[in-house]
């Protein structure tokens, strides 16, 4: 049941409006950070405002909402965000991700491959790429006009440098359409090679920094890299303990403090549903 | 202003301008496909698919500028009533309605800068009808190549040379609406 103190979806339709204006400016030029008015959100910065913002402006009464928190649906940002669109939008949720029309999530893109019609918003801290390389937002808005993006591959040399390797684990940097860099939100690099010509609508809302931008279906986006270090998808060298997954995103959970930890699905819809369809892992209730 | 003016809104602001939103936004992000919009009745010659997307994404901070034959009293009246939009010319404006004859010459509308490339008009080009034969057109939002009933190509080429600047379109017809951002590429046929 909507909670009838609010207008739809929370925001007042001028507040919809201009953030549905930045989405289309976003989407026809991908990959580039549209500012946009954000408002205060019924949550703190960093609990996905920038997220719920664009989740209220292109949610409908339709619509069936998934929210995940590093893949999780029952995590406390997840919870809340969807208990926050079922009271002030009325709308349907599930865990299921082949069933959601829209999936907002914090810092991961379900294992699940997307489909055409589905739109993924990710809830993002620090839209800019080169901000921890230049802090001068005057700087970074010189240096997206002239393409000079000659400082996040200095970023990435060091890396190899110091180790030896490309270090950066998540929030990698990507290239979209051979023109803007674009920051992918805090997902593992794991999740990077999904970005691209995905079938699915990917938006991203920061709220904070007040930056809303887009990936429309079908985009090329490239994970930065050098020809004699390519760009790894890494993930820990294991199988899920749960489902017994071996392409899955990996979580490491402590168990004990004599050195016990196992390794589950960080998406937990994924690792339910193979679970549900008879799959097991070393500790899985088929392991027991 | 007459009576007229006051009717053929949203009945359901809410509720039909998120719908209406999502079938821009399809549009948009999934160029070449054709997609339909209902809930206002404008008065003529305003399409109901224009009418429908003035009222989902204009309003007093958007300035709109009113082409050729739109340029009416029936249709002032109605846009300063449900959007309260200031109508202004070709140059100041974020959106622009008209038949694509009425909205030449095209390089008249902002591009945006470039360090904003976001602050450029978006046309809404009213069209006798839309189909999928037309120039083939590729980029983001398309799957390998796609095809659509264009008014020209070569505005839409030159306006792809200006990428990331240049003018979004949407293109209505009746009650069918299909995107075409500037970061689509036209091929000349």
């Not at chain 1, 899920?240 to 899955?248: F, H, K, N, V």
């Not at chain 1, 979580?251 to 369809?277: K, L, N, P």
């Not at chain 2, 939009?85 to 959106?95: D, G, K, M, N, R």
């Amino acid at each position: 049941m909507t909670d009838q103190s609010y207008n739809f979806a929370y925001l007042d339709e001028q507040t919809k409006r201009m953030i549905r204006r930045a989405i289309l400016k976003g989407v026809a030029v991908p990959g580039y950070q549209v500012p946009f008015a954000s408002r205060e959100m019924p949550m703190p910065y960093g609990w996905g405002t920038g997220g719920v913002q664009v989740t209220a402006a292109c949610l409908t009464p339709d619509d069936t909402l998934k929210v995940i928190d590093q893949g999780a649906d029952d995590t406390t940002n997840a919870v809340s965000i969807r208990k926050f669109f079922q009271r002030t939008a009325g709308v349907a949720v599930t865990e299921a991700t082949t069933e959601a029309t829209i999936i907002q999530t914090r810092h991961r893109i379900p294992e699940t491959a997307l489909t055409a019609g589905q739109i993924l918003v990710y809830q993002v801290p620090i839209p800019e790429p080169l901000r921890f390389l230049e802090p001068r937002e005057t700087e970074t808005r010189k240096m997206h006009e002239l393409e000079e993006y000659g400082l996040m591959h200095v970023k990435l040399y060091e890396d190899i440098a110091r180790h030896g390797t490309i270090a950066t684990a998540y929030d990698y940097p990507v290239r979209v359409e051979g023109r803007y860099v674009m920051d992918p939100s805090p997902i593992p690099k794991f999740d990077n090679p999904k970005l691209s010509d995905s079938p699915a609508l990917q938006l991203f809302g920061a709220g904070r920094e007040q930056r809303i931008y887009a990936l429309p279906p079908f985009t090329h986006v490239v994970s930065l890299d050098f020809d004699d270090h390519p760009f790894v998808a890494s993930k820990a060298p294991h199988d899920c303990d749960l489902c017994g997954a071996g392409e899955s995103y990996l979580d490491e959970v402590i168990t004990d403090d004599q050195g016990g930890r196992m390794f589950v699905c960080s998406d937990t819809d994924f690792c339910r549903s193979r679970v549900a369809a008879g799959h097991s892992g070393r500790l899985g209730a088929g392991g027991k | 202003m007459t009576p007229e003016a006051l009717t053929g809104g949203f009945a359901d602001a809410p509720v039909q301008s998120a719908h209406a939103f999502r079938a821009a936004l399809e549009a948009l992000s999934r160029p070449a496909t054709i997609h339909s919009l209902h809930g206002a009745t404008p008065p003529e010659p305003l399409s109901v698919a224009a009418g429908v997307l003035i009222l989902t994404l204009c309003d007093a901070t958007t300035p709109v500028h009113l082409a050729g034959d739109h340029d009416c009293p029936a249709l002032r009246d109605w846009i300063t009533f449900h959007c309260g939009a200031p109508l202004v010319a070709a140059q100041e404006a974020s959106f622009a309605v008209g038949r694509w004859e009425a909205l030449q010459p095209v390089a008249r509308f902002a591009i945006g800068q470039p360090d904003y490339p976001d602050r450029a008009a978006t046309l809404i080009v009213e069209m006798p009808e839309l189909s999928s034969e037309g120039p083939r057109l590729r980029g983001p939002g398309i799957d390998g190549i796609a095809t659509l009933s264009l008014p020209e190509s070569a505005a839409f080429i030159a306006n792809r040379g200006l990428f990331p600047l240049g003018f979004d379109c949407f293109l209505t017809a009746g009650a069918s609406v299909a995107g075409l951002p500037r970061s689509t590429r036209v091929e000349d046929v």
